[in-house]
């Protein structure tokens, strides 16, 4: 596609629920990064694929978070029993190989838990 | 300390006003600069890679300082529309992962 497509774009859930976020990258971009981004801070790092290979899980906040891109395209972070303090817009970019060329971001998925 | 950091501001300017915002990081080896823009609730979009050598789009300039490790942006001649975040990113040194300043805002008040 001609752009980082995310969805749903919102979605509330109750405390306890379990939730998938999906993230497709542009077309032939190698790399895909997941952020977290609460309001007024800047996007944290959540988790990294080059593929379909995961290089980089660190950022991930708690063993409830999981991510994977079982083709090397499409991606699916989930979240499992939702706590409150997971509400935040979750932020998908993807990129070429190199990187001078920047990050292109989806307009991310706003989660909120109540 | 974090590795980007930003003043957040904000910064309240005048159209026509020049401004500027610097970012500092911490790890040495970074190789790889970028100021992005975003808009209240959107996502973040590319405003400009950062050259070594500084660069110019327009009445934006960015800089690199290696030395003392940090970047800036320069807005001149500011309009109403360049209201938004502007983000500092940094990557590379040895990490595939970009690394993002908090943000600074900048509102642009006719």
């Known amino acids: 596609g001609a752009g980082v497509s995310q969805s749903p774009r919102y979605k509330v859930a109750k405390r306890g629920q379990d939730v998938a976020l999906r993230c497709d990258p542009i077309?032939?971009?190698?790399?895909l990064f997941w952020y977290q981004q609460a309001l007024g801070q800047g996007p944290e790092f959540l988790t990294y694929f080059q593929n379909e290979a995961q290089l980089d899980k660190s950022g991930l906040p708690s063993d409830r978070f999981f991510a994977e891109r079982p083709e090397g395209s499409v991606s699916t972070l989930k979240i499992q029993r939702t706590q409150q303090e997971d509400s935040a817009v979750y932020l998908c970019?993807?990129?070429?190989?190199?990187?001078?060329?920047?990050?292109?971001f989806g307009s991310g998925t706003r989660l909120t838990v109540v | 300390r974090k590795e980007v950091e930003q003043d957040p501001g904000p910064f309240n300017v005048p159209e026509g006003a020049t401004v500027a915002f610097n970012c500092t990081y911490s790890n040495s080896a970074s190789q790889s600069f970028f100021w992005y823009r975003q808009d209240c609730r959107k996502e973040p979009k590319l405003l400009m890679s950062?050259?070594?050598s500084g660069n110019e789009d327009g009445r934006f300039t960015a800089q690199l300082n290696r030395a003392s490790q940090y970047i800036s942006l320069l807005i001149r001649d500011s309009k109403l529309s360049d209201s938004a975040t502007y983000l500092c990113?940094?990557?590379?040194?040895?990490?595939?992962?970009?690394?993002f300043g908090r943000g600074t805002s900048l509102i642009v008040h006719p």
């Open positions: 990113v940094v990557s590379g040194g040895g990490s595939y992962i970009p690394t």
């Open positions: 970019a993807s990129s070429a190989l190199y990187r001078g060329h920047g990050y292109t």
């Open positions: 077309s032939g971009h190698v790399s």
């Open positions: 950062v050259y070594s």
